[in-house]
Structure formats: C-alpha cells, structure tokens
C-alpha cells in the first residue's frame, strides 16, 4: 500500500475524471450530499444499480463504461474509483485472485463454468474516509440480485452504509489472494485477458440475458438452469442455439 493518499486523488488514462461527463454526473449524484460519507454512498449505490453487470473489454477508461451503460466488476471499479477521485475523495483498487470455475456459485451451469479459466481476477474499489480504507465491491446490480440470489448465494446483494467492507457474498475457499489498495491499475488494465475468447463472452452475456428474463422459480439450478437456458437460446438466437450445442456441450 502507497502511504501518499495524494496519489489515490491523481487522473490516469482510465480513471479520467476531468472527462466532461464524468464530472457532470459525479456532480449531479453529489449534489444533495453533505459529506465525504455521504458522496460516497451515493456513488456507490449509482454505479451498483445504473451500470448493469455484463462480459466484455475490461480496458475501458471510466468515461468508455459510463457512455457504454454496462460493464463486468473491473468495468465498474473504474467507474466507481474514478467518480470518487472526481470527488476528491481518496479510492483505488482492490485485486482478488479467485478460482474462476467456482466464483460464480451454482448460478452457471457445468457446460458455461468449463470455458473459464481456472484462476480469474476480480476488481473491486478501495475507498478512504476518515483515514480508513474500507473495500467496496459494486458488481452485481438489484435487478441481477433480485432474479438470482434466492438460489445463489454469490450474488447476494451488497449493501453498503458507508463503514465497513462492503464485499461479495463469495466463499471464502474461492479466494485465492486479496491484494491491496493500489492507486494504479492501468498497466493491468491493457493487458487483454488471456482466455476472453468472443464466443465465450458473447454466450456468457447472453445467458445474462436469461437470467434476467427468466421468470420460472428455480428449485434446483444444476438441473433447472442448463434446460431453461437452452430452451431460451434457442428461441432467442438460433445461431447462438447452434454454437452452444456443438462448442459449449462438447
């Protein structure tokens, strides 16, 4: 950890919070607030809910996810890390070294889990109030938690009331490392991750697609899910139907 906290204020390529609309909307989120506390709850709660969780480049400055809508955990640490320093508050970054097939808990079915690698990072915000660091993680978004949590306890929703670690509900056997506070990722944020093949991400968003349409109770996901998916796949996008059947059931 860098004992400078004026470093966790500075502007990088991907933490651009001089970028017009990020000072808008950090601006207009704010406004109400009457402290650092305050500012930061709100942000939080804003990029938690407004930038709906989903796959894709992850080497995106903050002004590419808030103009995109919609992002994966390293996507929204950005955005939420950059809106705090944009409001002259101390963040960084946070780095978990997890097992990938298992981090997503029973919500991916065995035929999606096999495609991921089986080591995986996962971003989330380091934030500073009143000299403490406190971690704060605004990946899964209500609507997700709300069609999932019932029967996957990963994506729990996260609260967060502005003192304590605010953090995903993962299994603790899952993590295998929690590295920081770093007040710089972006040499991390332009390498291209090593197994992100487009068939993969495209499949994964569109079994986030499912998820968030699926309207049937799920009793028991390792039987459910798989059957449900592939149902909708292939009503929803036959070529996709297709590419599941040959690549992902193989």
Same mark, same amino acid.
């Given at each position: ?122 971003? /989330? ?5 009143? %000299?403490k660091w406190i971690? #704060?993680? @605004? +990946?899964?978004?209500? $609507? *997700?938690?709300? &069609? ?58 569109? /079994?986030?697609?499912f998820l968030r349409? %699926?309207?049937?109770?799920? #009793?028991? @996901? +390792?039987?459910?899910? $798989? *059957?449900?998916? &592939? ?20």
């Open positions: 950890m860098h004992k400078d906290l004026g470093v966790f204020l500075e502007e990088t390529k991907y933490c651009n919070f001089n970028h017009p609309e990020i000072q808008k909307i950090t601006s207009n989120i704010t406004k109400n607030c009457k402290d650092d506390k305050e500012k930061s709850i709100a942000l939080f709660y804003w990029v938690r809910d407004n930038i709906k969780y989903r796959f894709g480049n992850w080497g995106l400055s903050a002004s590419e996810v808030l103009k995109q809508g919609h992002g994966m955990c390293t996507n929204k640490a950005v955005l939420l890390t950059t809106f705090l320093r944009a409001s002259h508050i101390p963040a960084g970054f946070g780095i978990l070294k997890v097992k990938g097939q298992e981090y997503f808990g029973l919500i991916a079915p065995k035929t999606l889990k096999d495609k991921v690698s089986k080591k995986s990072v996962h971003f /989330y915000s380091y934030v500073n109030l009143d %000299n971690k #704060i993680d @605004p +990946s899964v978004d209500r $609507e *997700l938690a709300n &069609k999932t949590n019932y029967f996957n306890p990963t994506t729990e929703l996260t609260e967060w009331l502005g003192d304590h670690d605010a953090m995903e509900n993962l299994d603790p056997k899952d993590i295998l490392e929690d590295l920081g506070p770093f007040f710089f990722v972006d040499d991390r944020l332009q390498k291209k991750p090593k197994k992100a093949k487009k068939i993969v991400i495209n499949m994964g968003n569109y /079994y986030l697609d349409e %699926n309207n049937i109770k799920i #009793i028991n @996901p +390792s039987k459910q899910l $798989e *059957l449900l998916f &592939k149902k909708w796949i292939k009503h929803n996008n036959f070529f996709y139907y297709i590419l599941y059947i040959l690549y992902f059931k193989r």
